[in-house]
């Protein structure tokens, strides 16, 4: 089946820089994107989200980029912090399926070093 | 403050038991769903509920079983027919359409 997919299993930055998580998706009927931020021994938490119609949007300290071309999603974060060490998940819906069927990528370990 | 609850947090099964997760929303959505995630690897969809009284499989029901008799409400049984049932199981919640799915702090389950 389709799965959305991550270029890098971990990631690690210096406490200021800006941090770039990669995605890529294989189903070119997805419409709905999100990112999700787990922190260990929690639920994923909603980070933001983008429609196809879009190919950028704006956050707190977060952006996403979505390429349908290459159909690539990335999440930028800027002047990463400690607190933001988690592992990030992206996710995506079929056009025309219902809300239920989100498929989740196996996520990317994001280390924040002070 | 509106939420999504999950209990217990840490739970253990014998050989051959039924447990059940509990799975309780107060945001008022209509949609609501469980997932089992194992370690390196990506959620995994068990069943979903997009109305009271209806509920549907997902990519992994086999061994499991749900009800939703009230809006609030999604518990999920891990029957004896589960053969793998350690795991992390979340449930998450969404409002219909495009909307995202919110989740709960998980129950970790885990056999004696």
């Known amino acids: 089946g389709e799965s959305v997919g991550l270029h890098l299993p971990t990631l690690s930055v210096q406490e200021g820089d800006n941090s770039i998580i990669n995605c890529a998706y294989s189903n070119s009927a997805s419409d709905y994107f999100i990112w999700y931020k787990q922190e260990s021994g929690k639920g994923p938490q909603f980070i933001i989200d983008i429609r196809s119609n879009m190919d950028k949007r704006q956050g707190q300290r977060v952006t996403v980029l979505l390429n349908k071309t290459v159909k690539h999603l990335s999440l930028q974060i800027a002047a990463t912090q400690p607190g933001d060490s988690a592992v990030y998940f992206c996710?995506?819906?079929?056009?025309?399926?219902?809300?239920?069927?989100?498929?989740f990528g196996k996520g990317t370990l994001l280390t924040v070093n002070p | 403050d509106g939420g999504i609850t999950q209990s217990p947090k840490y739970l253990f099964r014998k050989e051959g038991q039924n447990v059940t997760l509990s799975c309780e929303q107060n945001?008022?959505?209509?949609?609501m769903y469980w997932y089992r995630q194992d370690p390196g690897q990506g959620l995994r969809l068990i069943y979903y509920?997009?109305?009271?009284?209806?509920?549907q499989k997902g990519d992994i029901a086999e061994g499991y079983s749900v009800s939703r008799e009230k809006k609030e409400s999604f518990p999920l049984t891990v029957t004896s027919a589960q053969k793998n049932p350690t795991a992390f199981y979340l449930c998450?919640?969404?409002?219909?359409?495009?909307?995202?799915?919110?989740f709960g702090d998980g129950t970790r389950l885990s056999i004696l």
């Open positions: 509920s997009q109305i009271v009284n209806d509920f």
């Open positions: 998450a919640s969404s409002r219909v359409g495009n909307q995202p799915q919110h």
């Open positions: 996710a995506d819906r079929g056009r025309g399926g219902s809300n239920y069927k989100l498929t």
């Open positions: 945001l008022n959505h209509d949609a």
